[in-house]
Protein backbone atom coordinates (compact mmCIF):
# COMPACT_ATOMS: atom_id res chain seq x y z
CA UNK A 1 0.00 0.00 0.00
CA UNK A 2 2.79 2.03 0.70
CA UNK A 3 4.20 1.68 -2.78
CA UNK A 4 1.09 2.34 -4.00
CA UNK A 5 0.78 5.42 -2.16
CA UNK A 6 4.26 6.93 -3.51
CA UNK A 7 3.48 6.38 -7.05
CA UNK A 8 0.21 7.99 -7.53
CA UNK A 9 1.64 10.80 -5.80
CA UNK A 10 4.71 10.97 -7.83
CA UNK A 11 1.58 10.97 -10.68
CA UNK A 12 -0.84 13.63 -9.18
CA UNK A 13 2.62 15.92 -8.75
CA UNK A 14 3.79 15.29 -12.34
CA UNK A 15 0.32 16.10 -13.31
CA UNK A 16 -0.74 19.39 -11.30
CA UNK A 17 3.36 21.12 -11.98
CA UNK A 18 2.88 20.49 -15.67
CA UNK A 19 -0.31 21.09 -17.38
CA UNK A 20 0.73 19.57 -20.60
CA UNK A 21 1.84 16.29 -19.77
CA UNK A 22 -1.56 13.47 -20.99
CA UNK A 23 -2.51 11.31 -18.85
CA UNK A 24 -4.34 8.04 -20.24
CA UNK A 25 -4.89 4.33 -19.38
CA UNK A 26 -7.70 1.48 -19.23
CA UNK A 27 -10.04 -0.64 -17.51
CA UNK A 28 -11.18 -4.09 -17.90
CA UNK A 29 -13.38 -6.16 -15.86
CA UNK A 30 -14.18 -9.92 -16.10
CA UNK A 31 -16.53 -11.76 -14.00
CA UNK A 32 -18.06 -15.22 -13.75
CA UNK A 33 -20.92 -16.37 -12.40
CA UNK A 34 -20.72 -20.77 -12.01
CA UNK A 35 -23.91 -23.02 -12.71
CA UNK A 36 -23.19 -26.28 -11.95
CA UNK A 37 -23.32 -28.90 -14.36
CA UNK A 38 -21.79 -32.17 -13.47
CA UNK A 39 -22.48 -33.43 -17.16
CA UNK A 40 -19.78 -31.21 -18.99
CA UNK A 41 -17.39 -31.48 -15.76
CA UNK A 42 -17.94 -27.99 -14.38
CA UNK A 43 -18.71 -29.12 -11.12
CA UNK A 44 -16.73 -30.35 -7.88
CA UNK A 45 -14.69 -27.53 -7.24
CA UNK A 46 -14.86 -24.42 -4.86
CA UNK A 47 -16.27 -22.19 -7.39
CA UNK A 48 -19.26 -24.55 -8.10
CA UNK A 49 -19.88 -25.87 -4.99
CA UNK A 50 -19.81 -22.47 -2.71
CA UNK A 51 -17.79 -19.42 -4.58
CA UNK A 52 -20.14 -19.19 -6.94
CA UNK A 53 -18.40 -16.13 -8.57
CA UNK A 54 -15.36 -14.55 -9.57
CA UNK A 55 -13.84 -11.77 -10.70
CA UNK A 56 -10.25 -10.35 -12.69
CA UNK A 57 -10.11 -6.98 -12.98
CA UNK A 58 -6.68 -3.94 -14.29
CA UNK A 59 -6.97 -0.56 -13.72
CA UNK A 60 -3.69 0.84 -15.77
CA UNK A 61 -2.78 4.35 -15.28
CA UNK A 62 -0.54 6.09 -17.77
CA UNK A 63 1.24 9.73 -17.42
CA UNK A 64 3.66 11.09 -20.19
CA UNK A 65 5.28 14.75 -20.51
CA UNK A 66 6.87 15.23 -23.50
CA UNK A 67 8.80 18.05 -22.50
CA UNK A 68 10.07 16.12 -19.54
CA UNK A 69 11.09 13.39 -21.60
CA UNK A 70 8.97 11.69 -18.94
CA UNK A 71 6.17 8.94 -18.40
CA UNK A 72 5.07 6.65 -15.40
CA UNK A 73 2.44 3.82 -15.81
CA UNK A 74 0.87 1.81 -12.60
CA UNK A 75 -1.35 -1.16 -12.94
CA UNK A 76 -3.78 -2.21 -9.81
CA UNK A 77 -4.61 -6.02 -10.54
CA UNK A 78 -7.68 -7.50 -8.25
CA UNK A 79 -8.38 -10.68 -8.37
CA UNK A 80 -11.22 -12.88 -6.09
CA UNK A 81 -11.95 -16.79 -6.62
CA UNK A 82 -9.78 -16.04 -10.02
CA UNK A 83 -9.24 -19.51 -11.89
CA UNK A 84 -7.54 -17.28 -14.89
CA UNK A 85 -3.98 -17.89 -13.27
CA UNK A 86 -3.24 -21.26 -12.11
CA UNK A 87 -7.03 -23.53 -13.14
CA UNK A 88 -8.91 -24.94 -11.81
CA UNK A 89 -7.41 -23.50 -8.40
CA UNK A 90 -8.76 -20.09 -7.65
CA UNK A 91 -6.82 -17.69 -6.32
CA UNK A 92 -7.66 -14.41 -4.56
CA UNK A 93 -4.95 -11.95 -4.36
CA UNK A 94 -4.91 -8.30 -5.09
CA UNK A 95 -1.59 -5.60 -5.31
CA UNK A 96 -0.08 -3.62 -7.71
CA UNK A 97 0.59 -5.83 -11.01
CA UNK A 98 2.57 -3.48 -12.83
CA UNK A 99 4.75 -0.41 -12.83
CA UNK A 100 7.48 2.07 -13.85
CA UNK A 101 9.34 5.25 -14.51
CA UNK A 102 10.86 6.22 -17.56
CA UNK A 103 13.20 9.43 -18.14
CA UNK A 104 14.87 9.99 -21.53
CA UNK A 105 18.18 12.32 -21.01
CA UNK A 106 19.26 13.40 -24.40
CA UNK A 107 20.07 9.92 -26.11
CA UNK A 108 19.70 7.71 -23.22
CA UNK A 109 16.49 6.05 -21.91
CA UNK A 110 16.15 4.77 -18.06
CA UNK A 111 13.74 2.99 -16.85
CA UNK A 112 12.89 1.20 -13.65
CA UNK A 113 10.03 -1.18 -12.19
CA UNK A 114 8.61 -3.52 -14.04
CA UNK A 115 9.45 -4.08 -17.85
CA UNK A 116 8.29 -5.98 -20.74
CA UNK A 117 10.75 -6.61 -23.52
CA UNK A 118 11.65 -8.64 -25.89
CA UNK A 119 14.64 -9.65 -28.31
CA UNK A 120 14.10 -11.12 -32.05
CA UNK A 121 10.89 -13.04 -32.04
CA UNK A 122 11.86 -13.70 -28.08
CA UNK A 123 14.40 -16.66 -28.44
CA UNK A 124 16.67 -15.14 -26.27
CA UNK A 125 13.87 -12.94 -23.97
CA UNK A 126 10.67 -12.43 -23.76
CA UNK A 127 8.76 -10.95 -21.31
CA UNK A 128 5.17 -10.43 -21.91
CA UNK A 129 1.05 -9.72 -20.78
CA UNK A 130 -1.50 -12.01 -21.79
CA UNK A 131 -4.58 -11.05 -19.29
CA UNK A 132 -6.76 -13.70 -21.35
CA UNK A 133 -4.37 -16.49 -20.15
CA UNK A 134 -3.12 -15.87 -17.07
CA UNK A 135 0.56 -14.36 -17.64
CA UNK A 136 2.35 -11.58 -16.60
CA UNK A 137 6.10 -12.45 -16.45
CA UNK A 138 7.42 -8.71 -16.38
CA UNK A 139 11.29 -8.50 -14.91
CA UNK A 140 11.17 -6.08 -12.07
CA UNK A 141 14.65 -4.21 -12.41
CA UNK A 142 16.20 -1.33 -14.44
CA UNK A 143 16.49 -1.07 -18.05
CA UNK A 144 18.72 1.42 -20.26
CA UNK A 145 18.44 2.35 -24.05
CA UNK A 146 20.98 4.21 -25.76
CA UNK A 147 20.21 5.17 -29.41
CA UNK A 148 24.27 6.38 -30.71
CA UNK A 149 22.19 7.17 -34.09
CA UNK A 150 19.07 6.62 -35.89
CA UNK A 151 20.50 3.20 -37.53
CA UNK A 152 21.88 1.70 -33.89
CA UNK A 153 20.41 1.07 -30.90
CA UNK A 154 21.52 -0.59 -27.52
CA UNK A 155 19.16 -1.95 -24.96
CA UNK A 156 19.99 -3.90 -21.52
CA UNK A 157 18.40 -4.60 -18.26
CA UNK A 158 19.12 -6.70 -15.36
CA UNK A 159 16.37 -7.87 -12.38
CA UNK A 160 14.15 -10.44 -11.56
CA UNK A 161 11.57 -12.38 -12.84
CA UNK A 162 7.91 -12.13 -11.78
CA UNK A 163 5.05 -14.79 -12.36
CA UNK A 164 5.90 -17.47 -9.69
CA UNK A 165 2.91 -18.39 -7.91
CA UNK A 166 3.50 -19.52 -4.38
CA UNK A 167 0.79 -20.45 -1.87
CA UNK A 168 -1.99 -18.59 -3.75
CA UNK A 169 0.37 -15.23 -4.46
CA UNK A 170 0.48 -14.01 -8.11
CA UNK A 171 2.61 -11.25 -6.87
CA UNK A 172 5.87 -12.96 -5.80
CA UNK A 173 9.06 -12.66 -7.65
CA UNK A 174 11.66 -15.47 -8.77
CA UNK A 175 14.90 -15.20 -7.06
CA UNK A 176 17.52 -16.14 -10.04
CA UNK A 177 18.77 -12.68 -11.43
CA UNK A 178 18.25 -12.10 -14.96
CA UNK A 179 20.68 -10.05 -17.22
CA UNK A 180 19.92 -9.05 -21.07
CA UNK A 181 21.69 -6.81 -23.64
CA UNK A 182 20.33 -6.39 -27.49
CA UNK A 183 21.95 -4.66 -30.17
CA UNK A 184 20.03 -3.52 -33.41
CA UNK A 185 21.69 -2.18 -36.58
CA UNK A 186 19.48 -1.31 -39.53
CA UNK A 187 20.80 0.41 -42.96
CA UNK A 188 19.16 0.38 -46.38
CA UNK A 189 21.94 -0.62 -49.15
CA UNK A 190 20.12 0.74 -51.71
CA UNK A 191 16.34 2.09 -52.64
CA UNK A 192 15.12 -1.34 -52.48
CA UNK A 193 17.56 -3.25 -50.38
CA UNK A 194 17.59 -2.65 -46.22
CA UNK A 195 18.90 -5.46 -43.30
CA UNK A 196 18.55 -5.50 -39.82
CA UNK A 197 20.65 -6.85 -37.63
CA UNK A 198 20.66 -7.97 -34.43
CA UNK A 199 22.47 -9.92 -31.25
CA UNK A 200 21.67 -10.51 -27.78
CA UNK A 201 22.86 -11.99 -25.00
CA UNK A 202 21.09 -13.07 -22.14
CA UNK A 203 21.96 -14.90 -18.82
CA UNK A 204 20.48 -16.46 -15.73
CA UNK A 205 21.89 -16.62 -12.26
CA UNK A 206 20.04 -19.42 -9.91
CA UNK A 207 19.77 -18.64 -6.47
CA UNK A 208 21.50 -21.28 -4.06
CA UNK A 209 17.43 -22.40 -2.75
CA UNK A 210 16.85 -22.78 -6.40
CA UNK A 211 19.91 -25.09 -7.58
CA UNK A 212 19.66 -27.32 -4.12
CA UNK A 213 16.22 -28.01 -5.32
CA UNK A 214 17.49 -29.38 -8.49
CA UNK A 215 20.67 -30.89 -6.99
CA UNK A 216 18.55 -32.79 -4.30
CA UNK A 217 16.02 -34.46 -6.68
CA UNK A 218 15.84 -37.97 -7.33
CA UNK A 219 14.19 -37.05 -10.93
CA UNK A 220 17.72 -37.50 -12.83
CA UNK A 221 18.59 -39.29 -15.66
CA UNK A 222 22.36 -39.13 -15.02
CA UNK A 223 23.69 -37.55 -11.67
CA UNK A 224 25.02 -34.25 -12.24
CA UNK A 225 25.68 -30.58 -10.38
CA UNK A 226 23.60 -27.90 -12.01
CA UNK A 227 25.46 -24.76 -12.37
CA UNK A 228 24.65 -21.81 -11.45
CA UNK A 229 25.12 -19.65 -14.65
CA UNK A 230 23.01 -20.28 -17.99
CA UNK A 231 23.84 -18.12 -21.00
CA UNK A 232 21.60 -17.51 -23.98
CA UNK A 233 23.40 -16.69 -27.21
CA UNK A 234 21.17 -15.09 -30.14
CA UNK A 235 21.81 -13.40 -33.86
CA UNK A 236 19.41 -12.04 -35.97
CA UNK A 237 19.14 -10.58 -39.65
CA UNK A 238 15.91 -9.18 -41.43
CA UNK A 239 16.86 -9.04 -45.46
CA UNK A 240 14.52 -7.19 -47.93
CA UNK A 241 15.09 -6.36 -51.39
CA UNK A 242 12.48 -5.59 -53.75
CA UNK A 243 9.43 -8.20 -52.83
CA UNK A 244 11.40 -10.71 -50.77
CA UNK A 245 11.81 -10.31 -47.28
CA UNK A 246 13.95 -13.28 -45.56
CA UNK A 247 14.23 -13.50 -41.97
CA UNK A 248 17.01 -15.96 -39.97
CA UNK A 249 17.55 -16.44 -36.31
CA UNK A 250 19.49 -18.32 -34.23
CA UNK A 251 20.31 -18.59 -30.43
CA UNK A 252 22.19 -21.13 -28.53
CA UNK A 253 22.15 -21.65 -24.53
CA UNK A 254 24.68 -23.44 -22.53
CA UNK A 255 23.93 -26.68 -20.48
CA UNK A 256 21.76 -26.32 -17.64
CA UNK A 257 19.75 -28.23 -15.26
CA UNK A 258 16.00 -29.05 -17.60
CA UNK A 259 13.00 -30.96 -16.89
CA UNK A 260 11.88 -33.35 -19.81
CA UNK A 261 7.67 -32.93 -19.29
CA UNK A 262 7.58 -36.50 -21.14
CA UNK A 263 10.22 -38.58 -19.07
CA UNK A 264 9.64 -36.57 -16.11
CA UNK A 265 13.45 -36.47 -15.17
CA UNK A 266 15.88 -33.84 -15.14
CA UNK A 267 19.24 -33.41 -17.65
CA UNK A 268 21.92 -31.26 -17.63
CA UNK A 269 22.01 -30.08 -21.40
CA UNK A 270 23.17 -27.25 -24.17
CA UNK A 271 20.05 -26.28 -26.61
CA UNK A 272 19.54 -24.00 -29.61
CA UNK A 273 16.76 -22.55 -31.38
CA UNK A 274 17.15 -22.27 -35.26
CA UNK A 275 14.71 -20.10 -37.18
CA UNK A 276 13.90 -18.87 -40.71
CA UNK A 277 11.37 -17.08 -43.03
CA UNK A 278 11.40 -16.49 -46.45
CA UNK A 279 8.04 -14.37 -47.80
CA UNK A 280 7.59 -13.33 -51.21
CA UNK A 281 4.75 -11.13 -52.15
CA UNK A 282 2.97 -8.93 -55.35
CA UNK A 283 0.08 -8.27 -56.27
CA UNK A 284 -3.07 -10.78 -55.72
CA UNK A 285 -0.27 -13.31 -54.56
CA UNK A 286 1.89 -13.81 -51.73
CA UNK A 287 3.75 -16.79 -50.33
CA UNK A 288 5.43 -17.44 -47.40
CA UNK A 289 7.91 -20.21 -46.28
CA UNK A 290 9.21 -20.96 -42.72
CA UNK A 291 11.41 -23.67 -40.87
CA UNK A 292 12.16 -24.30 -37.26
CA UNK A 293 14.87 -26.77 -35.55
CA UNK A 294 14.79 -26.77 -31.61
CA UNK A 295 16.21 -29.00 -29.11
CA UNK A 296 16.65 -28.90 -25.40
CA UNK A 297 15.75 -24.95 -25.59
CA UNK A 298 13.49 -25.10 -22.02
CA UNK A 299 14.80 -21.56 -20.58
CA UNK A 300 13.22 -20.61 -17.14
CA UNK A 301 13.82 -18.04 -14.69
CA UNK A 302 12.80 -21.10 -12.12
CA UNK A 303 14.73 -24.42 -13.13
CA UNK A 304 12.71 -26.60 -11.05
CA UNK A 305 9.67 -27.00 -13.43
CA UNK A 306 6.05 -27.68 -12.35
CA UNK A 307 3.82 -30.18 -14.12
CA UNK A 308 0.97 -27.12 -14.84
CA UNK A 309 0.98 -25.05 -17.92
CA UNK A 310 0.25 -21.89 -16.43
CA UNK A 311 3.04 -21.96 -13.88
CA UNK A 312 5.41 -22.81 -17.09
CA UNK A 313 4.05 -20.09 -18.72
CA UNK A 314 4.82 -17.80 -16.08
CA UNK A 315 8.22 -18.90 -15.38
CA UNK A 316 9.47 -18.83 -19.07
CA UNK A 317 12.23 -16.17 -20.37
CA UNK A 318 11.99 -17.36 -23.72
CA UNK A 319 9.67 -17.73 -26.57
CA UNK A 320 9.48 -20.26 -29.67
CA UNK A 321 7.35 -18.74 -32.60
CA UNK A 322 4.89 -20.84 -33.42
CA UNK A 323 4.74 -21.57 -37.33
CA UNK A 324 1.70 -23.10 -37.59
CA UNK A 325 -1.36 -21.59 -38.90
CA UNK A 326 -3.09 -19.93 -36.01
CA UNK A 327 -6.57 -20.56 -36.57
CA UNK A 328 -9.25 -18.66 -35.01
CA UNK A 329 -12.33 -20.81 -35.74
CA UNK A 330 -13.98 -22.87 -33.59
CA UNK A 331 -13.68 -26.18 -34.53
CA UNK A 332 -10.24 -25.80 -36.38
CA UNK A 333 -8.94 -24.32 -33.42
CA UNK A 334 -9.18 -27.27 -31.86
CA UNK A 335 -6.08 -28.43 -32.65
CA UNK A 336 -4.11 -25.48 -32.15
CA UNK A 337 -0.67 -26.58 -30.70
CA UNK A 338 2.72 -24.67 -29.02
CA UNK A 339 6.18 -25.24 -29.96
CA UNK A 340 7.71 -28.05 -28.31
CA UNK A 341 11.08 -26.22 -26.63
CA UNK A 342 12.55 -29.97 -25.49
CA UNK A 343 12.64 -31.14 -29.45
CA UNK A 344 11.47 -30.36 -33.00
CA UNK A 345 11.55 -30.24 -36.52
CA UNK A 346 8.82 -27.73 -38.17
CA UNK A 347 8.51 -26.77 -41.49
CA UNK A 348 5.10 -24.74 -43.47
CA UNK A 349 4.26 -22.73 -46.41
CA UNK A 350 1.60 -20.47 -46.46
CA UNK A 351 0.16 -19.31 -50.12
CA UNK A 352 -2.18 -15.99 -50.62
CA UNK A 353 -3.88 -15.92 -54.06
CA UNK A 354 -6.17 -12.78 -55.71
CA UNK A 355 -6.86 -13.59 -58.95
CA UNK A 356 -10.09 -11.18 -58.95
CA UNK A 357 -10.86 -8.20 -56.98
CA UNK A 358 -13.52 -9.81 -55.04
CA UNK A 359 -12.10 -13.44 -54.19
CA UNK A 360 -9.21 -14.64 -52.56
CA UNK A 361 -7.70 -18.09 -51.96
CA UNK A 362 -5.42 -19.01 -49.01
CA UNK A 363 -3.43 -22.67 -49.11
CA UNK A 364 -1.75 -23.31 -45.85
CA UNK A 365 0.85 -26.82 -45.25
CA UNK A 366 2.53 -27.43 -41.99
CA UNK A 367 4.84 -30.52 -40.84
CA UNK A 368 6.03 -30.92 -37.59
CA UNK A 369 8.32 -33.87 -36.44
CA UNK A 370 10.76 -34.91 -33.58
CA UNK A 371 14.31 -33.28 -34.34
CA UNK A 372 15.04 -36.45 -35.99
CA UNK A 373 12.03 -37.06 -38.50
CA UNK A 374 10.91 -40.29 -36.88
CA UNK A 375 7.81 -39.21 -34.48
CA UNK A 376 5.03 -37.09 -36.15
CA UNK A 377 3.81 -34.44 -33.78
CA UNK A 378 1.93 -32.60 -36.06
CA UNK A 379 0.50 -32.42 -39.92
CA UNK A 380 -2.06 -29.63 -41.23
CA UNK A 381 -2.93 -28.86 -44.51
CA UNK A 382 -6.15 -25.82 -44.74
CA UNK A 383 -7.67 -24.05 -47.47
CA UNK A 384 -9.87 -21.28 -47.49
CA UNK A 385 -11.74 -19.01 -50.20
CA UNK A 386 -12.78 -15.66 -49.33
CA UNK A 387 -15.56 -13.92 -51.73
CA UNK A 388 -15.42 -9.90 -50.59
CA UNK A 389 -18.65 -7.33 -51.69
CA UNK A 390 -21.10 -9.50 -53.77
CA UNK A 391 -24.47 -8.81 -54.01
CA UNK A 392 -23.66 -4.65 -54.49
CA UNK A 393 -21.10 -5.08 -52.12
CA UNK A 394 -23.73 -6.38 -49.38
CA UNK A 395 -22.49 -9.80 -48.78
CA UNK A 396 -19.14 -11.46 -48.09
CA UNK A 397 -18.51 -15.36 -47.99
CA UNK A 398 -16.15 -17.60 -46.72
CA UNK A 399 -15.76 -21.17 -46.48
CA UNK A 400 -12.91 -23.78 -46.84
CA UNK A 401 -11.33 -27.10 -44.84
CA UNK A 402 -8.57 -28.43 -42.53
CA UNK A 403 -6.83 -32.02 -42.19
CA UNK A 404 -4.96 -32.44 -38.75
CA UNK A 405 -2.53 -34.80 -37.44
CA UNK A 406 -2.11 -34.40 -33.89
CA UNK A 407 -0.18 -36.09 -31.63
CA UNK A 408 -2.50 -35.48 -28.34
CA UNK A 409 -0.49 -37.51 -25.62
CA UNK A 410 2.42 -35.37 -26.53
CA UNK A 411 0.58 -31.95 -26.59
CA UNK A 412 -1.72 -32.38 -23.59
CA UNK A 413 0.03 -35.53 -21.72
CA UNK A 414 -2.80 -37.02 -22.23
CA UNK A 415 -4.84 -38.90 -24.89
CA UNK A 416 -3.96 -40.72 -28.44
CA UNK A 417 -0.94 -40.08 -30.70
CA UNK A 418 -2.75 -40.04 -33.70
CA UNK A 419 -5.74 -37.95 -33.58
CA UNK A 420 -6.77 -36.93 -37.39
CA UNK A 421 -9.17 -34.49 -37.59
CA UNK A 422 -11.44 -33.77 -41.00
CA UNK A 423 -13.09 -30.30 -40.86
CA UNK A 424 -14.86 -28.13 -42.99
CA UNK A 425 -16.68 -24.62 -42.39
CA UNK A 426 -18.85 -21.99 -44.20
CA UNK A 427 -19.14 -18.43 -43.05
CA UNK A 428 -21.82 -15.48 -44.76
CA UNK A 429 -21.90 -12.15 -43.76
CA UNK A 430 -24.95 -9.86 -45.21
CA UNK A 431 -25.35 -6.23 -44.54
CA UNK A 432 -29.37 -5.69 -44.26
CA UNK A 433 -28.73 -1.58 -44.76
CA UNK A 434 -26.45 0.78 -43.29
CA UNK A 435 -26.72 0.03 -39.29
CA UNK A 436 -28.25 -3.70 -39.54
CA UNK A 437 -26.58 -6.59 -40.45
CA UNK A 438 -26.68 -10.34 -40.12
CA UNK A 439 -23.27 -13.35 -39.89
CA UNK A 440 -23.63 -16.89 -39.95
CA UNK A 441 -21.15 -20.38 -39.65
CA UNK A 442 -21.56 -23.65 -39.78
CA UNK A 443 -18.31 -26.03 -39.27
CA UNK A 444 -18.47 -29.70 -39.14
CA UNK A 445 -15.75 -31.93 -37.67
CA UNK A 446 -14.82 -35.65 -38.12
CA UNK A 447 -12.05 -36.40 -35.25
CA UNK A 448 -12.79 -40.23 -34.54
CA UNK A 449 -10.53 -40.51 -31.58
CA UNK A 450 -10.79 -36.77 -30.29
CA UNK A 451 -14.61 -35.58 -29.77
CA UNK A 452 -16.38 -37.56 -32.50
CA UNK A 453 -18.58 -36.16 -34.95
CA UNK A 454 -19.47 -32.48 -33.91
CA UNK A 455 -21.47 -29.72 -35.49
CA UNK A 456 -21.21 -26.00 -34.33
CA UNK A 457 -23.22 -23.40 -35.62
CA UNK A 458 -23.34 -19.26 -34.90
CA UNK A 459 -25.96 -16.86 -36.06
CA UNK A 460 -25.29 -12.82 -35.08
CA UNK A 461 -27.10 -9.85 -35.12
CA UNK A 462 -24.90 -6.49 -35.37
CA UNK A 463 -27.18 -3.20 -35.09
CA UNK A 464 -24.14 -0.73 -35.64
CA UNK A 465 -22.60 1.43 -33.81
CA UNK A 466 -23.70 -0.30 -30.82
CA UNK A 467 -25.58 -3.82 -30.38
CA UNK A 468 -24.53 -7.09 -31.13
CA UNK A 469 -26.12 -10.38 -30.24
CA UNK A 470 -25.27 -13.94 -31.25
CA UNK A 471 -26.22 -17.31 -30.16
CA UNK A 472 -23.78 -20.42 -30.93
CA UNK A 473 -24.26 -24.50 -30.33
CA UNK A 474 -21.22 -26.90 -30.55
CA UNK A 475 -22.81 -30.20 -30.65
CA UNK A 476 -20.47 -33.81 -30.43
CA UNK A 477 -23.36 -35.61 -31.81
CA UNK A 478 -21.47 -38.86 -32.52
CA UNK A 479 -19.03 -39.17 -29.68
CA UNK A 480 -16.24 -40.86 -29.65
CA UNK A 481 -16.95 -43.65 -26.41
CA UNK A 482 -12.91 -44.20 -25.34
CA UNK A 483 -12.11 -40.11 -25.14
CA UNK A 484 -9.81 -39.62 -22.16
CA UNK A 485 -12.43 -37.07 -20.78
CA UNK A 486 -15.66 -39.68 -19.57
CA UNK A 487 -18.36 -36.95 -19.42
CA UNK A 488 -17.65 -36.51 -23.40
CA UNK A 489 -18.17 -39.89 -24.10
CA UNK A 490 -21.83 -39.47 -24.41
CA UNK A 491 -23.82 -36.66 -26.78
CA UNK A 492 -23.66 -32.91 -25.23
CA UNK A 493 -24.91 -29.34 -26.50
CA UNK A 494 -21.85 -26.82 -25.74
CA UNK A 495 -23.87 -23.20 -26.48
CA UNK A 496 -23.93 -19.86 -25.28
CA UNK A 497 -26.09 -16.93 -25.70
CA UNK A 498 -24.14 -13.58 -26.05
CA UNK A 499 -25.03 -10.15 -26.36
CA UNK A 500 -22.66 -6.98 -26.61
CA UNK A 501 -23.05 -2.82 -26.00
CA UNK A 502 -20.70 -0.85 -27.26
CA UNK A 503 -20.57 3.28 -26.93
CA UNK A 504 -17.71 5.51 -27.77
CA UNK A 505 -14.62 3.74 -25.86
CA UNK A 506 -16.60 1.25 -23.47
CA UNK A 507 -17.94 -2.01 -24.17
CA UNK A 508 -19.92 -4.18 -22.23
CA UNK A 509 -20.65 -8.01 -23.51
CA UNK A 510 -22.80 -10.61 -21.19
CA UNK A 511 -23.28 -14.26 -21.98
CA UNK A 512 -24.49 -17.39 -20.39
CA UNK A 513 -21.85 -20.19 -22.10
CA UNK A 514 -21.17 -23.65 -22.06
CA UNK A 515 -17.97 -24.90 -22.74
CA UNK A 516 -15.97 -27.83 -23.08
CA UNK A 517 -12.78 -28.66 -20.95
CA UNK A 518 -9.15 -28.61 -23.36
CA UNK A 519 -5.85 -27.14 -23.72
CA UNK A 520 -6.23 -23.73 -25.75
CA UNK A 521 -3.55 -22.29 -27.36
CA UNK A 522 -3.13 -18.95 -28.65
CA UNK A 523 0.22 -17.35 -30.19
CA UNK A 524 1.93 -20.55 -29.40
CA UNK A 525 1.52 -20.67 -26.07
CA UNK A 526 -1.23 -22.73 -24.00
CA UNK A 527 -2.85 -22.74 -21.37
CA UNK A 528 -5.73 -25.54 -19.43
CA UNK A 529 -9.31 -24.18 -19.92
CA UNK A 530 -11.83 -25.97 -17.60
CA UNK A 531 -15.23 -26.55 -18.68
CA UNK A 532 -17.43 -23.92 -17.55
CA UNK A 533 -21.43 -23.82 -17.39
CA UNK A 534 -22.49 -20.34 -16.23
CA UNK A 535 -22.63 -16.46 -16.86
CA UNK A 536 -19.46 -14.26 -17.54
CA UNK A 537 -19.69 -10.68 -18.08
CA UNK A 538 -17.00 -8.39 -19.38
CA UNK A 539 -16.58 -4.69 -19.60
CA UNK A 540 -13.70 -2.62 -20.95
CA UNK A 541 -13.06 1.09 -21.43
CA UNK A 542 -10.28 3.30 -21.81
CA UNK A 543 -9.21 6.75 -21.21
Known amino acids: MRNLIIIISLFSASYNLKAQGTLSGNFRLNADFYDRDSAIGAANIPNY ?15 TNPEWGFDASIRADLNYNSMLQNPPANITASGIGYWFLRKKIDDLEVTVGSIYEQYGTGSALRAFEDRSQGIDNSIFGAKVVYNFSESLKLKALAGVQKGII ?13 KGANIEYSKQIKENFTINLGASIVNRTLDVATRNAVNSSNDKIEPFSARYNTVVYQLYNTLTKGNFSWYVEGAYKSPEAIFDPITLQYMQKAGSNLYTSLSYSIPKFGVTAQARRSENFQFLSYSTL ?33 PQAMGEM ?55 GQYAFYNQLLYM ?32 QHAEKELGQSIFALLEYNIAPKWSFSVTDLYNFNPNPNYFIQEYRTSHHFYSVFAAYTKDVTRITLGYVKQ ?26 SF
Not at 49 to 63: I, M, T
Not at 311 to 322: G, M, V
Not at 357 to 370: M, R, T, Y
Request: charged share 20%; hydrophobic share 35%; proline share 3%.
Open 49 to 63: DYNKSSANSWLQVNY
Open 306 to 338: SSNFSENNNRSLSFIAPINRQNSLRLPARFQIA
Open 166 to 178: QEGNIFNLTKPFV
Open 413 to 444: REGEKDVKGYTFFAEASYKLNRKHSIRAEIQY
Open 346 to 400: ATSIDFTFSPFKKVAFNLSLCLIDSTNMSNPYYREVYFDVEFKKLMDGKMKAHFG
Open 516 to 541: LQGIVCTGGVCRIEPAFSGIRMQLTT
